[in-house]
């Protein structure tokens, strides 16, 4: 069993930058890809997530266009935890993001962290 607990989210104003964590528990999850999920304020919770950025057990990362330039995805094994470094941050970022890990046994979900992007 993988639990994924996210922090890091509040308000910022456009231009401003936040940090989310994603504290994994579980084993193995070095071994996992890990990624960063968001969803826009009045979209129906059944509605697909958009993939914001993800990075696979071998480090390497992806970006959605819109993001690139300005959103880092990183990963501590020894930690257990995967960051998001989000910078020049627009309001059209405002969102709820969630972590998720995948692996060959399965995929987890966090509960989620509210971005809000607003002066």
């Known amino acids: 069993q993988v639990q994924l607990v996210e922090s890091g989210g509040g308000l910022v104003q456009p231009g401003g930058s936040l940090r989310l964590s994603c504290a994994a528990s579980?084993?193995?999850?070095?071994?996992?890809?890990m990624g960063w999920y968001r969803q826009a304020p009045g979209q129906a919770p059944g509605k697909q997530r958009e993939?914001?950025?993800?990075?696979?057990?071998?480090?390497?990362?992806s970006y959605v266009d819109s993001v690139k330039g300005r959103f880092t995805i990183s990963r501590d094994n020894a930690k257990n935890t995967v960051y998001l470094q989000m910078n020049s941050l627009k309001p059209e970022d405002t969102a709820v993001y969630y972590c998720?890990?995948?692996?060959?046994?399965?995929?987890?979900w966090g509960q989620g962290t509210q971005v809000t992007v607003s002066s």
């Open positions: 579980g084993r193995g999850l070095s071994t996992y890809s």
């Open positions: 998720r890990a995948a692996g060959v046994l399965g995929e987890y």
């Open positions: 993939l914001v950025a993800d990075i696979t057990s071998g480090g390497r990362t």
